[in-house]
């Protein structure tokens, strides 16, 4: 039902409007958050830049960054380091990098800021507006929330004008906005010739918010759970390391065909997805007439959930070992893994609006784990206290505390 749902072939499930002014102001009107041809202008745009020759394209930024990480693990040998905070460093890197020709210095103010607003959303998510009373009077993290959306506004319009002017100085406007997300965005701004390709300013600001968050808490969840339960199932950790050091040795980088042979990682991956399913509950739909779905008639005007993680969670379909790390159930797919019920696992949502970073996620992951495991072997450390939390995403609240062991 929930894949019939997420489909939405007729058009009779569309996303819900926004719960609070703080989630409006995370989102805007972006991708994630928006409908019809709006959403469809704009998916075209981010399949492209995402995918194909273009993400292979982005490998070796992704293997930069992963390096640039492990010169500074140089000196951790037998030390304790939080793989949480790295990653978050990573993966801002990656996104900045590939979508925005940038660095994690240059965008790390709208990542804090966006990281600040999701927190206020978080603690907002309850609270009750009083019609009258609201528009005079604001909260203090209403207050909070407009300072930092205008931020986050004022950091981007910098890094679209800096692109402008080198587009201007190399003296090829039209193609000289470069092939990346921000380019691709800056083409549709300028586009004067076909208004169905147009992109205003506004959506243009709303599409790098949106991947800024989506591109890079996700797959920090993702690494770090990841870590976690390799140091915790060692035998698991060595088998991944031998597939690594047999397609790539210990030093050469992972290309896209060897990324494209890690069976038992993509197991993992997939294992770790669903034990610590990092989008828990997909955006909210709602019927706007009378809908069937599968036996069920719903009325309009009913919000639908999609609880991801619990489905991941669902004995009926997992077995009764639902709670066990054991990558192996996904080693004749998903059908097999499911029960025949494919449609129970879906960490990536489904339908129109499943996740346009897929593929880009599982490469960085990928590649950061295989780059990882040629060089170190890690443990839990005895200062880890296991708390997921689900503030936006399912994250270590206190972090993966790790040990290394150089090779
Ligand atoms: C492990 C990593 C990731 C997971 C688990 C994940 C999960 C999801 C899920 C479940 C949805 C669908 C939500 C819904 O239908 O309500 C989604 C949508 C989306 N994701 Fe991801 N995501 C990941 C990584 C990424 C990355 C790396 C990017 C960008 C580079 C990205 C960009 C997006 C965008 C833009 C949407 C909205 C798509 C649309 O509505 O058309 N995600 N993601």
Not at 104 to 117: A, C, D, K, P, T
Not at 165 to 173: L, P, Q, R, T, W
Not at 312 to 338: C, L, M, Q, S, Y
């Amino acid at each position: 039902m929930a894949k019939e749902a997420l489909s939405n072939k007729v058009g009779s499930f569309p996303k819900s409007e926004l719960y609070t002014s703080f989630h409006k102001k995370i989102f805007g009107q972006g991708l994630a958050t928006s409908e019809g041809q709006k959403w469809a202008k704009i998916r075209k745009l981010a399949n492209f830049a995402l995918h194909g020759e273009n993400l292979k394209g982005m490998i070796p930024e992704m293997v930069a960054s992963v390096e640039m990480m492990l010169e500074k693990w140089k000196d951790c040998h037998e030390k304790e380091l939080n793989v949480y905070e790295e990653f978050k460093i990573l993966t801002s890197e990656i996104i900045s990098r590939t979508a925005f020709g940038s660095s994690f210095q240059e965008g790390q103010q709208v990542f804090y800021m966006i990281s600040r607003l999701v927190l206020l959303a978080d603690r907002n998510m309850l609270s009750i507006r009083l019609p009258i009373i609201s528009k005079v009077w604001r909260s203090r993290d209403e207050i909070e929330a407009e300072r930092l959306e205008e931020g986050i506004v004022k950091s981007i319009m910098l890094m679209v004008k800096k692109r402008e002017d080198n587009a201007k100085s190399s003296g090829e406007v039209a193609d000289g906005y470069g092939r990346d997300y921000l380019g691709l965005l800056l083409k549709g701004y300028h586009d004067d010739e076909d208004e169905t390709k147009k992109i205003s300013m506004v959506e243009l600001i709303d599409e790098c918010k949106t991947l800024y968050l989506a591109g890079q808490e996700t797959t920090n969840s993702l690494l770090s759970w990841m870590i976690l339960l390799l140091s915790i199932h060692q035998d698991w950790q060595d088998a991944a390391r031998k597939e690594v050091v047999d397609l790539f040795g210990h030093d050469r980088t992972p290309d896209v065909d060897g990324i494209a042979r890690l069976k038992i990682i993509s197991m993992i991956i997939s294992e770790t997805l669903r034990l610590y399913t990092p989008v828990f509950s997909g955006f909210a739909r709602e019927t706007h007439t009378e809908t069937t779905i599968g036996k069920l008639v719903v009325p309009p005007g009913v919000q639908i959930h999609f609880p991801f993680m619990t489905m991941h969670h669902d004995p009926e379909i997992w077995g009764e070992d639902v709670d066990a790390f054991k990558p192996d159930r996904f080693v004749e797919g998903i059908a097999n893994a499911t029960n025949n019920n494919p449609a129970a696992f879906m960490p990536f949502g489904a339908g129109p609006h499943a996740c346009v970073g897929f593929n880009f996620a599982t490469y960085e992951a990928k590649v950061a784990l295989a780059m990882i495991l040629q060089r170190y072997s890690f443990r839990v450390s005895p200062g880890y206290v296991h708390a997921p939390s689900s503030v936006s995403m399912v994250r270590p609240e206190n972090g993966v505390h790790v040990i290394l062991t150089s090779l």
